[in-house]
């Protein structure tokens, strides 16, 4: 746990405050082009592997990446996916 209190601090310190105007900016609401589908596995990180800014990437994670069918009830998945797409915009989806 304090692997992850010390790479806040230094988050706070390193990357956020020299970059401060640019993380205010997403304060005023999120405009991604994609939504990015994939596992949840812990080692995935799609902003490392596609080098995308924070704000850049509407990401939806889940065991396998697996979208489940239609259904009338809904589901999470299905639910991420409408938002993406009517709420935000998103031009592109990636699995």
């Known amino acids: 746990m304090q692997k992850l209190i010390d790479g806040f601090h230094k988050f706070?310190?390193?990357?956020?405050?020299?970059?401060?105007?640019?993380?205010?900016?997403?304060a005023d609401g999120q405009r991604p082009e994609t939504l990015f589908i994939t596992c949840s596995d812990s080692?995935?990180?799609?902003?490392?592997?596609?080098?995308?800014?924070p704000g850049e990437l509407f990401i939806l994670r889940n065991a396998?990446?697996?979208?489940?069918?239609?259904?009338?009830?809904?589901s999470g998945e299905a639910a991420t996916i409408e938002f993406a797409v009517q709420g935000l915009g998103v031009q592109h989806i990636v699995v």
Do not use: C, H, K, M
């Open 12 to 26: 706070q310190s390193e990357v956020y405050g020299p970059r401060r105007d640019f993380f205010e900016a997403l």
């Open 43 to 53: 080692r995935i990180n799609p902003n490392l592997l596609t080098q995308a800014e």
């Open 64 to 74: 396998g990446n697996i979208i489940p069918a239609f259904s009338p009830v809904g």
